[in-house]
């Protein structure tokens, strides 16, 4: 109970601020009607409720057959076997996400119909599948980090010339959306796992960055769909948004609706637990029991969360972003994307996951209070820039994320390991549930005010920059570390070995 608790305290701390952020543009530049504004009250309140259960869940749930995975699969040491367990369970794993799945059925609207959801959501997990067993490979063979993620972004880079631009957006946002808070707690426990059963000199900074390669995976699937299916230009236009009508009528329109899409979701990786359990693991009852009874509190969360996302969070994003890109003060909108961008952060579970490993495996050492004002700072940043990308036609997505990506390999290469990894982690964790909801509705919503932008090429991109910034401001973090060593005469990676041991 007292784990439960620190996780309801710990969503509660993390959702406010956005609540509170929305409450006082409610009540100053942008007031909305009060049904809308009650039913964002209780859908905050039913995130931080399935947050909190989610959370509780995923740690005596998920974690702990991700690290069994991660032991089985380090244990085989066989090339096919690490290969076909690393794609079955990254493609599972990744069909039960619902940040992917809000961004399908939003890119499906956003097309009218001519990306479907189901597409983008198997092609995606394809795409992930392939990209973790290639992650596990490299933990076993001992390679790189730094060369693995040149080669992937350089091959993207390739391919980002040849596709259009609503599928550039469309790629780099499912990248963004894969690493939530379904994905991000099973990965970096399974590269935990192998990386710990392997042992040797580098098995800390092996435990990051199993995320970063993953979230590569669906930048590179969807856009070989393109090229492949020969689908270069997209015209589709934005439906109409339909806004929900009275304040209790759509939680209870959507509860049964994201029971059974949840049930769906959960059931591969339950069956796959029971048939490894059954096979391998043979857990006591204890134990087995204890996983299973987090599945279910995962079950739980999910959907209480998925029913307060899509019916009280998501309109409200919408309808902010379309009130402040109509004020008459233009300067409005990059502003508050600002301070939206600075919040957002402690609002995403798989950050606070994230950063609390970081200061396990390091003993202390790179402190998690850092790591997120970082992000933070990296995120306010990104928000910002995609709000003036809207408002500035000239302005396109590639400008600003192929030098970022540019600067990212280029510091991978001046950086200790641990913090490219970390880095990686880091811009697929911050574009979690709160990014992939409120923060895409605000963009889709500014997008749709201003005449010169489309909703499908500049209302999406938004979580491409917050996924990428992370890339570049954790590794000038990273550097910061390794001057301040240098400086003291410190061996900064012997330093981190040592706190670790």
């Not at 009060?34 to 974690?63: C, K, N, P, Q, Y």
């Not at 009280?312 to 961008?341: D, T």
């Amino acid at each position: 109970m007292n784990l439960l608790k620190s996780k309801f305290k710990e969503v509660s701390m993390s959702v406010l601020p956005i609540t509170i952020l929305v409450v006082l543009l409610n009540f100053t530049l942008v007031p909305i009607e009060s049904d809308m504004f009650i039913r964002f009250l209780i859908g905050s309140l039913m995130v931080i409720l399935g947050l909190g259960i989610f959370l509780f869940g995923a740690e005596i749930g998920i974690t702990p057959i991700g690290n069994l995975m991660g032991e089985t699969v380090a244990r085989s040491n066989k090339v096919s076997i690490v290969g076909i367990l690393g794609f079955l369970l990254g493609f599972l794993i990744t069909v039960a996400e619902p940040d992917l799945q809000i961004l399908a059925n939003q890119v499906d609207d956003a097309s009218g119909g001519r990306i479907s959801a189901a597409s983008i959501l198997i092609v995606v997990s394809i795409g992930v599948g392939a990209m973790v067993a290639i992650g596990l490979l490299r933990i076993l063979f001992e390679k790189p980090l730094n060369k693995l993620y040149t080669f992937v972004y350089f091959i993207i880079f390739i391919l980002g010339l040849k596709v259009s631009e609503e599928f550039l957006a469309i790629s780099v946002d499912s990248s963004g959306a894969t690493t939530g808070a379904m994905t991000t707690p099973f990965i970096l426990a399974l590269g935990l796992g192998v990386s710990q059963l392997k042992g040797g000199k580098t098995s800390e900074e092996d435990s990051f960055g199993l995320v970063g390669v993953a979230s590569a995976g669906p930048i590179l699937a969807v856009m070989l769909m393109s090229v492949i299916a020969g689908v270069t230009d997209v015209q589709g236009e934005a439906e109409e948004f339909i806004y929900h009508k009275g304040i209790f009528q759509p939680f209870l329109q959507e509860f049964p609706h994201m029971m059974k899409e949840i049930t769906i979701t959960l059931l591969p990786l339950l069956i796959l637990f029971l048939i490894f359990n059954w096979v391998k693991f043979k857990l006591n009852s204890r134990h087995r029991n204890r996983i299973l009874k987090g599945l279910l509190y995962t079950y739980v969360g999910l959907v209480l969360f998925m029913t307060g996302v899509n019916a009280g969070f998501m309109e409200v994003g919408r309808i902010m972003g379309y009130s402040i890109a109509s004020l008459e003060v233009k300067w409005a909108l990059p502003a508050i994307g600002f301070f939206l961008g600075l919040v957002v952060v402690l609002a995403e579970p798989a950050v606070h996951v994230l950063t609390e490993q970081v200061e396990d495996v390091t003993s202390g050492y790179i402190k998690r209070k850092m790591i997120l004002a970082t992000l933070s700072i990296g995120i306010a940043i990104a928000v910002t820039s995609s709000m003036l990308r809207i408002m500035i036609p000239e302005l396109k997505l590639w400008h600003f994320l192929l030098p970022g990506f540019a600067i990212a390999a280029f510091l991978s290469f001046k950086v200790p390991p641990i913090f490219v990894g970390i880095a990686y982690d880091s811009g697929g964790v911050a574009s979690g549930p709160m990014t992939a909801t409120f923060v895409l509705a605000f963009a889709q919503g500014a997008a749709e005010a201003i005449p010169t932008a489309n909703v499908l090429i500049d209302g999406f991109g938004v979580i491409a920059m917050v996924a990428m910034t992370p890339l570049v401001a954790i590794q000038i973090l990273g550097y910061l570390f390794k001057l301040k060593a240098k400086k003291e005469g410190v061996d900064l990676d012997n330093t981190i070995r040592e706190q670790e041991v």
